[in-house]
């Protein structure tokens, strides 16, 4: 078992920066690929970005490419996303999630990943 537990959400204008922290802990010791989404008010869950064991490959939503980036220390058990030009479309909660796997970052679905974190809310005013 593997428990995620997110920080750093928050309320932050439009045009600013917030950036996310997910902690690990449990069975770390098994290489795990790292996802964050997001969901807002009335809408499904969606991705947003995710990272593979090394960190060498990442993969982006269309919607933050070029604002948001995902990046790890495997060291620390942390996933991190650094979120630059804030919209109130981004508005959401944010969810870490991790499934085991090695080499690929290619996950895009809710039911790719086997650990998920409780959330942290980030609100974007405009």
């Known amino acids: 078992q593997v428990q995620l537990v997110e920080s750093g959400g928050g309320l932050v204008q439009a045009g600013g920066s917030l950036r996310l922290s997910c902690v690990a802990s449990?069975?770390?010791?098994?290489?795990?690929?790292m996802g964050w989404f997001r969901q807002a008010p009335g809408k499904a869950r969606e991705f947003v970005a995710a990272?593979?064991?090394?960190?060498?490959?990442?993969v982006y939503a269309g919607s933050v490419k070029g604002r948001f980036t995902i990046s790890r220390e495997n060291a620390k058990n942390t996933v991190s996303l650094q979120m630059n030009s804030l919209t109130p479309e981004d508005t959401a909660v944010y969810y870490c999630?991790?499934?085991?796997?090695?080499?690929?970052?290619?996950?895009?679905?809710?039911?790719?990943?086997?650990?998920w974190g409780q959330g942290t809310q980030v609100t974007v005013s405009s």
């Open positions: 999630a991790a499934r085991a796997g090695l080499y690929s970052a290619e996950y895009y679905n809710t039911t790719d990943y086997d650990y």
């Open positions: 449990g069975r770390t010791f098994v290489a795990y690929a």
């Open positions: 990272s593979s064991w090394s960190g060498g490959s990442t």
